[in-house]
């Protein structure tokens, strides 16, 4: 991006453009695999494959509910931690394959392990190998190598001694954006980041000022033209008092939460109002207040780059 | 067309639904309906999934796995969502539909399962990632900043709206499927925790796991399969820019519009007396507040009189929420099916302990989005 300044009028252009902004979402979970799934994850810590009938067909990993029907499972199996492999992928993190467990009727994905180009075939015969620290998860079969032996079984009766259901398992999705800022954004936090300076759109029919600044006018769906520059001031349009704390939360509480209209515009611009004690918000930071920015010492090209809003006294 | 609802199923809803997976449950509130109505996954000829965002549970386009559950191998199924009006949008695709000729008998199950993620995360994506994101509070910082605004300016008091936290969660009581039954009173509320000022902790619904199923028909199907239809007399749903120029947001301009359009079609005039009964979907008590004004009601401003007043409460002039509404269960993917199917129950006189006695025509309302995403719809006993 090149930090050339801008005037008001300049219609935005390519090279004003910043191109992306890189957010990440991080979300922990805690997933609740039902009964019989529940009871596969957890006989697998002891080196158990349980699987589930459905009228003639055999699942495994063991399901709830039959994929032909969706009546209830009539009840569950245990059936041989070996094999056929019917299909594999090879990727940069390893290979994965589809295992046709002896005696079941639909194959199940897992990882392969410790094949080369010439034991990865189509109907290799393949056997569990086992996690050597079970955690309730399934990557407790740690995955399918060639087998060693020609050993297997039908499907058989559950042991005696069957487990309980896992009830909860554990999981985390981190994920990475890069948002385009586009010519309109781009236009506003380059002179945000660089300039110290808020810009808006003009509408050609009703003359309203938009920020963020946009294409076209919601209201009228006219589009916009004439750039112009907004001092950071405002009027408070609503504010609450945040005290919750969350997973995920990007500040500490307690704070202000706030939707501003700045002077001359007739949009919401999200913030926060600091400086101020949260009782004394109540009745300070009120729909109606003035405000104005407290610019950062950060330059990041997003809202951040503004600390806070201040009340005027 | 004629349509009609002629089948309703709940789950019983809980913090956390440790039994059953995320299709277990939408498949328990399913084999309810199916029961009410009589029914088989047989005679159903298309079926709408609605849950809420797929960030809610980690499970990205989850219609697919619960097909399974749901015996609906080899019928057509989409999934919609639209935040918490995601069940009203949902039965809105179901009356397409059949209105459309493309099916007669069409399943829509709602569903959330919120125990498993993130909840104030998850909604805070909903923000622009530009522009405001980083100062999100899920919905309710801002929630609770257009309720302070609406305090100032309308006289939505947190006594008025701690009323409203007092009635519905003293109505969940009678109703057998609510996460929360235990009553609280005003005092309680005002002293509870603040979250998110002015919202407090029992102006709060529950988090909730939960799902609900309602089976709707054509005409002269639904005649045929029960003699008690819950008639469609309404339903709409509509929509407002998000961050268009001059929303005040003092009232909801699509909640206004859909409710227009909706008493249109249903006949109403006087929606305060034509209806018998209103379930409408307050995620905080502040909301139903706001309702009130929005479907006309009261006028504007006149909403803490009109909780005052007792006429909204069980065995008022216009009960609204006899269920408890969100304060009793808010799975938020199926919150907006269930105000749908409790005011089918209602007029056809399956609502046991919490029934308003003699109901023949109920109101519903339901909204996703940062109040720009509104349905209403109108059940009747009388077919139209």
Redesign the interface.
Known sequence: MKGETMTTTDAPTASDEMESLAAQLRMPYTLTPGWATGIFLAELGRHRLIGSRHGDTISVPAQDFSGTSGEPTEGLVEVAPVGALQGFTTTADGTLGLVLIDGTDIPMIHRLLDFDSETLQIGARVEAVWSDKPVGSMLDLAGFALASSSESFSPRAVPGDLLPPVLQVDYSMTLDYQHAYGPYYGTLFNAVKYDRRLRGVTCTKCARVLLPPRAMCDVCFAPTSQWVDIDAVGTVQASSIVHIEFIGQRMKPPYVYSEIVLDGTSTRLIHMIGDVDAEDAKTAATPGARVRAVWSDRRTGSLTDIDYFKLIP | MSIAIVGTGQTVHAR?????????LA?EAVIEALADAGLT?DDIDSVIVASGPA?F??VNQPEKWL???????YKPLVRVTSGGGTGLAGALAAINQINGGSARRVLVVAYD?L????????I??L????????????I??????????RI??LGHTEEAAALVAVKNRRQAMANPKAHVRREVTVDEVMAS???????KLLDVPPISDGACAVIFAAGGDAEAITDRPAWIHGMTYYSE?D???????LQSEPLQIAAAKVYKQAGITNPFRQFDVAEVQEPYTCFELSYYEGLGLCPEGGAAELIESGETAMGGSLPVNPSGGCMGANPIGATALIRLAEAAMQVTGKAGDHQVVGAERALVQAGGGWANLRGVAAVGAEKR
């Not at chain 2, 097909?67 to 191998?73: I, N, P, S, T």
């Not at chain 2, 923000?127 to 899920?138: I, K, N, Q």
């Not at chain 2, 309710?140 to 605004?149: N, P």
């Open positions: 956390r639904r440790t039994d059953v997976s995320q299709a277990g498949r996954m960030m549970g980690a097909v399974d559950a749901l015996g609906a191998r399962k125990s498993e993620g993130a909840l104030q995360a998850s805070s994506t923000y622009d990632p530009f522009w405001g994101r980083e100062f999100a509070v899920g309710m910082g801002f929630a609770a900043a257009y309720w302070h605004a100032e300016k925790r603040p979250l998110c000022w002015p919202i820019a961050n268009g120029a001059d929303r005040s947001m």
